[in-house]
């Protein structure tokens, strides 16, 4: 384990929160508030970190995976902790509990709060608290591989840790390269959104904030009715088509730049993706025709909250918890799938279960005919032993924290349907909820206890569970590694 290499770039990256903190100072300073100065001291002590550990390279510069995966982990605790602060020293979020809830909330894209009155909070302050969704839609990691050199060496150890999905694939060679394609992808695709939302009347900082939450498709808005607050069909449908586009992988934007169009139209995790949207909208756009009286209506609130739950957005325009059980319960069930791999969006992936369903389609075919050789693939290519078992290992921890963090928040005492729903939306980054979470409802009311829980559940869930499992193991600490 090259313990030197991972402070050192620890150190830089708490530098880099540090410069990024100096925005919502600049936003404060525009707007005359006193809470750019939280800003400021967060990003002074920062940079005395940065000084001290992130400056001098160490000799030994060599890292492996499980290094990657380590920086990776720490990596979003840290921003989170620090993240934290501004929150906690301008006094916008008084218990510090609470307003790490909130930042890990806001960096890992899930969109939950403990806020109960967000338009009073200063437009720096709500401004850091929705740029926290830009940054961690596309990673930690890759925002600052994107900005700085990082550590080209090793960089790919660090992006294999920290990319979402089953695979995690280089678009170039290089991987700072595939940093800086994905950002240009996320920068042009979010640029188009704050013109286009402009264009239906917001003003500039309204249209950024709303935005960052879309890009990173975590949820977060200026408005306490989220973006209901607006009740614009334009709006509405701008958001929705851009919470569905930032819900696909970006390699498939990659292929398309590349004008190979074949391969994304045959891409099977994008085909399923949009086939369960286009199921969900049109159950719910039925299911709920006797409230909304009409088929437009229905229409356009049950594909606002569609893309928002199976993107893991978290934005709302229609308080689900009034609708029949039926909807209810297909949103639930698109909660548990979530987005593409290699998206911004959260959620076990569409992939996951392609390849699960195929999966079990194989066992089947090998009791039937046992002597046959079946061979499971995605896309063309043939699906490894060892995606397989990343797979399974995957689930089965994520059974495993799922029900433990159940049982821990349980002790609360809410409801079933609360306790369940809150550790489930938490976990895929989802948002809102169902009963006393749900989207006009928030977490304000749970102990500290539970929200650590729920703080550990949003970071497992964001990392794709292994780089904890593997932070927790006594293994990785032996002297030996």
């Given at each position: 384990m090259n313990k030197k290499m991972i402070i050192y770039i620890l150190g830089k990256m708490l530098g880099v929160e540090g410069a990024v903190l100096l925005i919502p100072a600049?936003?404060?300073?525009?707007?005359?508030?006193?809470s750019g100065f939280s800003f400021l001291i967060v990003g002074a002590i920062l940079g005395v970190i940065f000084l001290i550990f992130g400056r001098k390279r160490p000799k030994s510069t060599r890292i492996y995976?499980?290094?990657?995966?380590?920086i990776v982990g720490l990596a979003w605790i840290l921003w989170s902790l620090f993240g934290a602060l501004p929150f906690y020293i301008s006094g916008s979020i008084p218990a510090y509990i609470d307003a790490l809830f909130e930042t890990v909330s806001g960096f890992t894209t899930t969109g939950s709060t403990i806020l109960q009155e967000?338009?009073?909070?200063?437009?720096?302050?709500?401004?850091?608290?929705c740029l926290t969704h830009w940054i961690g839609g596309m990673g930690v990691l890759v925002f600052v591989m994107m900005i700085t050199s990082l550590d080209d060496e090793n960089s790919m150890p660090l992006m294999r840790a920290e990319m979402p999905g089953p695979e995690a694939d280089k678009l170039v060679p290089k991987a700072r390269q595939t940093a800086t394609i994905l950002y240009g992808m996320y920068f042009a695709l979010t640029a188009v959104e704050v013109i286009l939302l402009m264009f239906?009347?917001?003003?500039?900082?309204?249209?950024?904030?709303?935005?960052?939450?879309?890009?990173?498709?975590?949820g977060f808005?200026?408005?306490?009715?989220?973006?209901?607050?607006?009740?614009?069909?334009?709006?509405?449908?701008?958001?929705?088509?851009?919470?569905?586009?930032?819900?696909?992988?970006?390699?498939?934007?990659?292929?398309?730049?590349?004008?190979?169009?074949?391969?994304?139209?045959?891409?099977?995790?994008?085909?399923?993706?949009?086939?369960?949207?286009?199921?969900?909208?049109?159950?719910?756009?039925?299911?709920?025709?006797n409230i909304y009286q009409n088929v437009l209506h229905a229409f356009r609130y049950a594909s606002f909250q569609v893309a928002s739950v199976i993107t893991t957005t978290g934005f709302y325009t229609a308080d689900y918890e009034l609708w029949p059980e039926l909807s209810k319960t297909v949103l639930l069930t698109?909660?548990?799938?979530?987005a593409c791999a290699g998206s911004t969006g959260g959620g076990i992936k569409v992939s996951r279960f392609v390849i699960l369903c195929k999966s079990i389609r194989q066992e089947v075919r090998k009791i039937l005919h046992?002597?046959?050789?079946?061979?499971?693939?995605?896309?063309?290519?043939?699906?490894?032993?060892?995606?397989?078992?990343?797979?399974?290992?995957?689930?089965?921890?994520?059974?495993?924290?799922?029900?433990?963090?159940?049982?821990?928040?349980?002790?609360?005492?809410?409801?079933?349907?609360?306790?369940?729903?809150?550790?489930?939306?938490?976990?895929?980054?989802?948002?809102?909820?169902?009963?006393?979470?749900?989207?006009?409802?928030?977490?304000?009311?749970?102990?500290?206890?539970s929200k650590i829980v729920f703080s550990f559940d949003m970071l497992v869930g964001r990392l794709e569970i292994i780089p904890y499992l593997l932070m927790l193991s006594p293994d990785l600490w032996r002297r030996r590694f």
């Open positions: 600049l936003v404060s300073l525009i707007y005359g508030e006193k995976g499980k290094e990657g995966f380590v967000i338009e009073s909070l200063p437009m720096g302050i709500n401004f850091w608290r239906g009347g917001m003003n500039l900082y309204d249209a950024l904030v709303h935005s960052f939450s879309t890009a990173g498709t975590g808005s200026n408005r306490n009715a989220s973006v209901s607050f607006y009740d614009s069909a334009y709006i509405d449908g701008v958001i929705t088509v851009f919470m569905i586009l930032f819900g696909v992988n970006f390699n498939l934007y990659f292929l398309l730049l590349l004008k190979d169009w074949k391969n994304v139209l045959k891409n099977e995790e994008l085909r399923a993706y949009l086939g369960i949207i286009a199921a969900a909208i049109a159950v719910i756009t039925v299911n709920t025709l698109i909660m548990f799938i979530g046992p002597n046959a050789v079946t061979v499971i693939k995605m896309n063309g290519k043939r699906v490894s032993q060892d995606t397989l078992r990343g797979i399974n290992v995957y689930f089965a921890a994520y059974v495993f924290i799922l029900a433990a963090s159940v049982l821990i928040v349980s002790i609360d005492n809410f409801d079933f349907a609360t306790s369940f729903s809150g550790v489930l939306t938490t976990i895929n980054n989802v948002g809102p909820g169902i009963s006393k979470v749900g989207p006009v409802e928030n977490f304000h009311m749970f102990s500290p206890l």
